[in-house]
């Protein structure tokens, strides 16, 4: 009566069991890319929610076996089991566990505490019964597999099997489910990495539950029994590793959504990237990185084993296993060296991520590179033969080659980015923030700030050719001091070969003339460029107002860089970049969906042709316009992109034309050229590509940033201290460069090459090359040239203009005028120099 009493008193307090229809459970946020591949998940518990036709049912059957023997009997109390426990109670004192159903310990695990006192032993019992009233067994059944803890931050079946075996349950043997069925008993000291002892010891006492009541065979017993354990700890399903956006990504969801939301309630975050895209530009980044650190000299190896250490294979496996693989460079330990090959241990991952140790005989061959490295950069010798750079105790670095055979390097001191983006809309394509994540967290993309050098010199030609000048303009490549109001500081800037006097604009930026550029910007007006420039995103309190900054004195992030570039790739339109394109909640329902601004080139044509139309019909009288169809739709035009996605106009056509003519003679015959030629690129061959090398002082920032198709990149390399330099005989055509070359050779494969339609209002002229203005008829040595309609050259050349020119003159637009000191604008812009 006691018993009944206290059921009915404690029946209305219970929580209500139908919540468990429709149950969320806390499931980590998960990271996609837009192509659907895992790239990160982010959470407290790790959880994989699986339905019961999921689960096998030899599952099912090691834990009611081992559990709950009449589950399907009893109605959510065993009242065997629970006379068990009253015993322990009577002879204990207190409640030591058992007894408890399956049933039960659902209540237990999604509504009660785990303490031992009888009132919460009663709650259970009467929570049971009311759960067994509200769901069938199956239900119960999928509700325990996805809630009950299994450790290693485990919880559900689901992620055990992801976290022991890396696979689906669907896929585990009977000793692997068996394994699981056993760890709910003690998470903590029954899971196979934590005590493979005890795990073991329980997985055979599963077996042998199952095989007494009947659910496998003796023959399927004793095989299941004799198998070693094979459980190994395994991070989530990672399918495309991007770690630098993924942390973008996380930060960007708990500032919108908070940590609760954010890791609890199963968000899948679909970004922008594509999965090819992002495995090209991670190994591109990673080989060009290690390409450079080869080409600079061996430091040394990371360490030097002892004689005790070097005792035994498996004294050394101990040192390898304390020793972290960075970039897919693996630890290694020199065994001997003899004069033609190193022997080496190597830890390192099979194919199905689990760690091994290997031996490799490293050739002659693979080591020839490394010459000493000197700090001075200074010239060393390469090495005659092998026990010159290696000995025998040294731990080193191996990386796989495309070949899969293995290769010498060491982890590089500089570091690197990527980015490319979607040119239309800015979607981010792919991205690298640096050569490792686990190395370093830092992401250069979005957060290192650095001088861009010759990278910004496009936007100042652009501004020129707004002003009015030509490709064909004549401005002077000589020697220019520059000295402040104090007279204390002179700047003196150089190229990177000798003055060449007069020299073209389209010759100077493919090129990269620094003093053209300098008296360029100077000629337009530094505040006038500063304000053409922020057109395209760079912020304007990183433009420094001075002559240096035709030189790329600014400092800006590659996301920046690569936005502004994106422009120059998408007809001239100023986008947005973004990198979630849509959230999902845990049910499917979109609670976020990106609408960034688009580059709709269509659109602008159907706005003029509509206004051509309009103009037509505002020609008519009104009673032909009323019985006119066109009038009728007047204004109704449905355009492949809504209004208020278009991004805006920041470019003229005419201007773009001919700024993405010069850079795409950056690339056929510019600073790009040695490198893709020494590589056979096929990039040479496309039309509609273009880009622009860029080195720093000293060579600190070495860049490259282009585009083709709608796709537009940005490659940065140098040190994360800004005061070092990349060392001798480095620039962006050969540092950052090839990160730029392999990735858009790639992605660009089997893509159609399409240059950009001329606009209206551009003519080409015959001209030569050293005045700019036209060539007479029989001038051998002429050039065409592609001109604004409004400032093609009116004047012939004079074949006498060589020999009597100034070499200080210069061919000028009509706004610009010269004097005996520095060409200045005559506009309302001019600006001083300092």
Not at 391 to 400: E, L, N, S, T, W
Not at 606 to 626: G, P, R, V
Not at 700 to 718: E, L, P, R
């Amino acid at each position: 009566m006691g018993f009944l009493a206290a059921y009915m008193y404690a029946w209305p307090k219970l929580p209500d069991v139908e919540t468990l229809k429709d149950i969320k459970l806390q499931t980590p946020m998960r990271i996609y890319t837009r192509d659907g591949y895992l790239v990160n998940e982010f959470g407290e518990k790790h959880r994989i929610p699986v339905s019961i036709d999921q689960i096998p049912e030899t599952l099912n059957q090691a834990l009611i076996a081992t559990e709950d023997q009449r589950f399907y009997q009893h109605g959510g109390v065993d009242f065997i089991g629970m006379v068990r426990v009253a015993l322990k109670l009577l002879t204990s004192g207190r409640i030591r566990g058992g007894g408890s159903t399956i049933t039960m310990q659902v209540a237990r695990n999604f509504f009660l505490t785990f303490d031992q006192r009888f009132e919460r032993k009663l709650i259970e019992i009467y929570l049971s019964w009311k759960i067994e009233g509200a769901l069938d067994k199956k239900h119960i059944l999928e509700l325990y597999w996805n809630k009950i803890n299994f450790g290693q931050r485990a919880y559900g079946i689901g992620a055990a099997a992801q976290v022991y075996y890396g696979t689906t349950v669907d896929k585990l043997t009977l000793p692997q489910l068996a394994i699981l069925a056993g760890i709910p008993k003690g998470p903590s000291t029954h899971n196979p990495v934590s005590n493979p002892t005890k795990a073991l010891k329980r997985r055979n006492h599963v077996l042998w539950r199952t095989r007494k009541e009947g659910f496998i065979s003796k023959e399927a017993y004793e095989q299941a029994i004799a198998e070693p354990l094979t459980a190994k700890l395994h991070g989530a399903k990672v399918q495309v590793l991007a770690p630098y956006l993924a942390e973008m990504v996380r930060q960007k969801v708990i500032a919108q959504y908070g940590e609760e939301i954010a890791y609890n309630q199963g968000l899948k975050i679909y970004t922008t990237l594509i999965a090819q895209d992002q495995k090209v530009a991670r190994a591109a980044l990673r080989a060009s990185l290690i390409d450079y650190d080869k080409r600079h000299g061996y430091r040394g190896p990371e360490q030097q084993l002892s004689e005790t250490q070097m005792a035994d294979m498996e004294s050394i496996k101990s040192v390898l296993k304390d020793v972290p693989e960075f970039g897919q460079m693996y630890p290694a330990v020199v065994l001997d060296v003899t004069d033609e090959q190193a022997q080496i241990l190597i830890r390192h991952r099979d194919v199905e991520g689990h760690w091994i140790y290997s031996e490799y005989n490293l050739p002659w061959s693979a080591m020839k590179w490394a010459k000493k490295f000197s700090y001075e950069d200074r010239w060393t010798p390469r090495p005659k033969k092998p026990q010159q750079v290696l000995a025998k105790g040294d731990q080193i670095r191996v990386y796989r080659s495309k070949k899969e055979q293995w290769l010498w390097g060491q982890l590089p001191d500089a570091n690197a980015a990527f980015v490319s983006l979607d040119a239309n809309d800015g979607a981010i394509r792919a991205l690298e923030g640096g050569f490792d994540f686990d190395l370093s967290k830092f992401n250069r993309v979005s957060q290192a700030r650095r001088q861009p050098g010759s990278n910004i010199k496009p936007f100042i030609y652009s501004a020129a050719l707004e002003k009015g000048f030509t490709a064909a303009s004549i401005i002077n490549d000589s020697p220019r001091t520059v000295i402040d109001s104090t007279g204390e500081n002179i700047w003196r800037p150089k190229n990177d070969v000798k003055f060449r006097g007069p020299t073209r604009l389209r010759y100077a930026l493919a090129h990269s003339i620094n003093l053209v550029s300098v008296r360029l910007l100077e000629a337009i007006g530094i505040r006038y460029g500063i304000n053409y420039i922020t057109r395209f995103g760079l912020p304007r309190k990183y433009l420094p107002p001075v002559p240096s900054l035709a030189l790329g004195t600014a400092h800006v992030t590659p996301l920046e860089l690569v936005t502004g570039y994106a422009t120059f790739a998408n007809g001239g339109f100023k986008i947005e970049p973004y990198f979630i394109e849509h959230i999902e909640d845990n049910e499917g329902r979109y609670i976020y969906s990106a609408r960034p601004k688009i580059a709709c080139l269509i659109c602008e044509e159907m706005i003029e042709k509509e206004n051509q139309t309009l103009s037509s019909f505002d020609e008519l009288s009104t009673k032909e316009q009323d019985s006119s169809l066109g009038f009728k739709l007047k204004g109704c035009a449905i355009y492949p992109v809504p209004e208020n996605q278009w991004a805006p106009r920041i470019m003229d056509k005419r201007n773009l034309y001919i700024l993405r003519d010069i850079m795409h003679d950056v690339i056929t015959h510019g600073t790009a050229t040695p490198m893709l030629r020494k590589n056979k690129s096929y990039l040479l061959k496309r039309k509609d590509i273009g880009g622009k090398t860029g080195t720093t002082n000293d060579a600190k920032d070495t860049w490259f940033s282009g585009f083709a198709n709608s796709i537009v990149a940005t490659a940065w390399v140098g040190f994360d201290a800004p005061e070092r330099n990349l060392g001798f005989n480095e620039y962006g055509g050969k540092a950052a460069l090839p990160i730029w070359e392999h990735y858009m050779e790639k992605i660009l494969k089997n893509q159609p090459d399409i240059p950009m339609t001329q606009p209206e209002g551009i003519v080409s002229a015959r001209i030569d090359p050293k005045t700019g203005k036209l060539a007479p008829a029989d001038q051998k040595n002429a050039i065409f040239e592609i001109f604004r309609k409004e400032y093609a050259p009116t004047t012939f050349a004079n074949q006498d203009d060589d020999k009597n020119a100034n070499p200080f003159d210069e061919t000028l637009p009509p706004v610009i005028k010269k004097d005996n000191k520095d060409v200045k604008t005559t506009t309302e812009d001019e600006d001083e120099i300092f």
